[in-house]
């Protein structure tokens, strides 16, 4: 595995940028360069500043250099049989952490494991002063100071350049399953939200083409006694979950624009917005491919207290991720400024003005 | 100048929701740290939002600082007044506005108590996770602001895990979102920033928290060592065989002996330490791990382990645990109690070490720590009347948090910095990591009136150390569980 310190070098183009008020484009393995609006800017690659820096299985805390791939970091965590807790979609074979991180893209089992933001514990930036800082650390709780290391997760790397991330981890659970249940997607999202309200052992749940696929994981006397009691056909494709992590499902195939949907998970199915729907999270992550207008989605999505996102084949002028009101606009240009006050890193990746 | 703020103030929220008076300000003064006391110029008792912005409107345009208040139940100085400004009280602020079950959430406003939110759904079988020991009087507010954590945070984490939403009025009177009732939100993560800002950011006004479903079953065990070593070499084996208990606590001898002798619960005072670990699930799940844990505790060289046989034993081995403080309090006329957080494999060496500096101090030493996630709470006894004892149980305080940072942990993991730990945050972080902060905070508050000189010291400061200081065991409100 390869262990690369570039972290001088990286503070040396940072500075030069500040110098000569040049943005920066910051790439890792380029696996989400689909994924926001682009940015224009001189491609800096975080790629080669790689390598484990800390891996403690007993503390469940990795800290690792951003530019570290997602499969190289897989591998290493189940050799101790333990996993990332976001069960990060990868998007490509050279996919950073710190990608992950900055991008906030998260797995099937992130409502009931957590997602990138319930992994962080800490961070190393280069702010845009060309400082080198670090904010948070290894331990699991850690009140000094602003949550500066959370602020990171989704910001599309316009805050700072990532350097380091100290993540929580998670134990590999002994046992896992998928089973069936054959149901329209409204008594889907209705299943969903009862049994969210028990105390089983759930792991993703997915409504498809009149089939709610539910997983269970945990130690094997909870996944035994849950599927006793709920039943359904178990599933034998493998590549399932796999497949909708890694959006190779053949819903995804579909033509349209990909939207990611974020809305409270019992929502009824939002009849208003007309195209292809895939259910994920229990109901709180629905994917949607459709030729409508953005305006009209962003309206009937918030209209039912949610947020939509263009994901994929991005045919918008305006924003890519859901408009933000007034008085928040106003605090993430204060934020920015406060990061970022030359405006070096990534300029336009994540709002047009940010 | 004074007379002008209390009018305008009164023309905003009316007259009886102004308090002016010395005898009505002198319960505002301080909050749980009660070394350190202020009155303000008055104590403002919103009822209505509006009324809120229009507050923090006229304070803006007047620079008069702005201490917001829940129960004033911190353990850190968060809340102490500033002389020349106001204390808004958020404490009319108390209702639940909604219940989400088939969302499991729940909309609060801030003065709601933590405790209450668990109450008013219990009988749909749904529960608000992070329970500080002060449950019972700590508001929702105060708990987004300190990011409150408890002995269930293990498994459930923090407050930062468990809330969806926040509304807060910024220092010039905009009402803000931040977050979203789904789970996640567009663009930066300012529900995170504003959790831990201790009231520095924003005053928060709503608070949406995911509920979760009441495990089936709740088993704690009892575990006696007689080597510290031993003790954590147990907590190790726990978590790194993939156990994650719901709650797992350590007391060493000193503060077993002043549980026993408080409640007698049957505490084995000979005991060099004992770990309660709770275990939570289904009963399948709870019963596996039951076994698994005793087994990997016995591997790890415990002397005796006790399965509480039902509910009301599983409450009295908590009790012991939720009254340590009060319990050694009753052992020394003063203690003085740190917060540091540090990896869980360096348990027995920080000990060790930790016993060492009290030898070389002289001054006796009790531990208890949320040993699960590396969160100790040594509580340094001493007596105040006795001329230069303070000074060294803050400069051995001070040594206990440098050995934190030193195994890569820090200063505080559940109870903030307030004015507290201002010193201690320059041993923490660098002069630029501080500029950091501070230019965070401009962002939110460019004139500085939110609690301003709290949490981020400014760099000419850092000199000192500080930590808790509890005399003759006068905690405001001492029958209410804490840490």
């Not at chain 2, 023309?11 to 202020?38: G, H, M, S, W």
């Not at chain 2, 009822?47 to 923090?56: A, D, G, K, P």
């Not at chain 2, 345009?61 to 020349?84: F, M, N, W, Y």
Request: net charge negative.
């Amino acid at each position: 595995m390869l262990n690369l310190d570039n972290s001088k070098q990286l503070a040396l183009i940072v500075n030069d940028a500040i110098k000569n008020k040049q943005p920066l484009k910051i790439f890792g393995g380029n696996s989400k360069s689909f994924y926001g609006p682009k940015s224009k800017g001189e491609p800096v690659c975080v790629a080669e500043h790689c390598g484990v820096i800390n891996y403690q299985p007993e503390e469940l805390v990795l800290t690792v250099r951003a530019g570290t791939t997602l499969s190289e970091i897989e591998s290493i965590l189940a050799e101790q049989n333990q996993k990332l807790i976001f069960e990060p979609p990868h998007f490509g074979a050279k996919a950073t952490i710190g990608g992950a991180i900055s991008s906030d893209i998260n797995g099937p089992s992130s409502p009931w494991f957590g997602s990138v933001r319930d992994a962080v514990l800490g961070v190393k930036i280069i702010n845009g002063q060309g400082e080198i800082l670090h904010f948070g650390g290894e331990v699991m709780k850690n009140v000094a100071g602003y949550d500066v290391s959370r602020l990171m997760v989704g910001s599309m790397g316009t805050l700072g350049l990532l350097l380091e991330i100290s993540l929580r981890i998670l134990p590999l659970e002994k046992k896992t399953i998928t089973f069936l249940l054959e149901t329209t997607e409204e008594e889907a999202i209705q299943r969903c939200s009862q049994l969210n309200r028990q105390h089983l052992p759930l792991s993703a749940m997915v409504y498809y083409n009149n089939l709610l696929y539910i997983r269970l994981s945990g130690n094997i006397a909870s996944v035994n006694s849950a599927y006793k009691t709920l039943g359904g056909e178990l599933l034998t494709d493998n590549n399932f979950w796999y497949s909708i992590r890694e959006h190779t499902h053949p819903f995804f195939y579909q033509t349209g624009t990909l939207w990611r949907i974020s809305v409270p998970p019992a929502t009824p199915p939002i009849n208003d917005l007309d195209g292809h729907w895939l259910i994920d999270w229990g109901g709180a992550q629905r994917w949607f491919i459709s030729d409508m207008a953005a305006e009209v989605v962003y309206a009937k999505v918030a209209d039912v207290h949610g947020h939509a996102t263009i994901y994929r084949n991005i045919d918008s002028i305006g924003d890519v991720f859901h408009p933000l009101t007034t008085s928040q606009r106003h605090l993430h240009k204060m934020v920015k400024q406060a990061f970022d006050p030359h405006r070096i890193f990534n300029p336009g990746r994540l709002y047009a003005d940010l | 100048m004074q007379k002008f703020i209390i009018r305008s103030l009164q023309k905003i929220v009316t007259k009886k929701n102004v308090l002016q008076e010395r005898c009505e300000l002198v319960p505002y003064e301080c909050d749980a740290l009660t070394a350190f006391r202020a009155l303000p110029i008055a104590v403002v008792l919103a009822e209505t939002v509006e009324q809120i912005q229009e507050v923090m409107c006229f304070c803006q345009q007047h620079k008069i600082p702005v201490v917001s208040r829940g129960a004033g139940t911190g353990l850190s100085g968060g809340v102490l007044p500033c002389e020349d400004g106001i204390v808004l009280s958020l404490a009319k602020f108390n209702r639940i506005i909604a219940v989400d079950l088939q969302n499991r959430t729940a909309r609060v406003e801030p003065g709601v108590r933590n405790i209450s939110i668990s109450q008013a759904v219990e009988s749909d079988n749904l529960y608000y996770a992070p329970d500080p020991s002060s449950q019972l009087a700590c508001t929702i507010g105060g708990n987004v602001a300190e990011n409150a954590g408890g002995v269930h945070c293990l498994k459930y984490g923090l407050t930062v895990n468990n809330v969806l939403q926040v509304k807060i009025v910024t220092a010039k009177g905009e009402l803000v979102t931040l977050g979203s009732q789904a789970l996640d939100a567009p663009g930066y993560d300012l529900l995170a920033v504003i959790t831990g800002s201790e009231g520095m950011l924003g005053i928060i006004v709503e608070v949406t928290v995911k509920l979760l479903p009441i495990p089936e079953c709740t088993k704690v065990l009892m575990v006696t060592f007689d080597s510290v070593a031993k003790t954590g070499d147990a907590v190790t084996k726990i978590i790194s065989k993939g156990i994650i208990p719901a709650g797992l606590e350590m007391m060493d001898n000193m503060t077993i002996r002043a549980a026993e002798d408080f409640l007698h619960i049957g505490y084995p005072i000979d005991a060099t330490a004992i770990l309660l670990c709770e275990l939570d699930g289904t009963l399948a799940e709870v019963e596996q791990a039951i076994n698994e844990v005793s087994l990997l505790c016995k591997e790890a060289g415990a002397i005796e382990i006790k399965l509480a046989k039902d509910e009301d034993e599983r409450k009295l081995f908590w009790a012991g645990r939720k009254a340590a403080f009060p319990a050694v309090g009753r052992i020394s006329p003063d203690y003085y109690c740190l917060d540091g957080t540090i990896k869980r494999k360096y348990l027995a060496e920080v000990l060790q070490k930790i016993d060492s500096l009290s030898d070389e101090y002289q001054l006796k030493v009790a531990n208890v720590f949320h040993a699960g996630d590396g969160n100790l709470h040594p509580m340094v006894l001493y007596d105040a009347n006795k001329p230069g004892e303070f000074e060294r149980v803050e400069e051995l305080g001070g040594k206990i948090l440098e050995l934190c940072i030193a195994v890569g942990g820090t200063i505080t993991g559940e109870h903030g910095v307030g004015v507290e730990k201002l010193n201690h945050m320059c041993l923490q972080f660098s002069s630029g990591e501080l500029e950091q902060f501070h230019a965070l905070k401009r962002a939110f508050d460019p004139d500085g009136i939110l609690n301003p000189g709290k949490v981020i010291p400014t760099l000419h400061r850092c000199a000192e150390f500080g930590a808790m200081h509890v005399h003759d065991n006068k905690l405001p409100h001492p029958d209410i569980p804490r840490f």
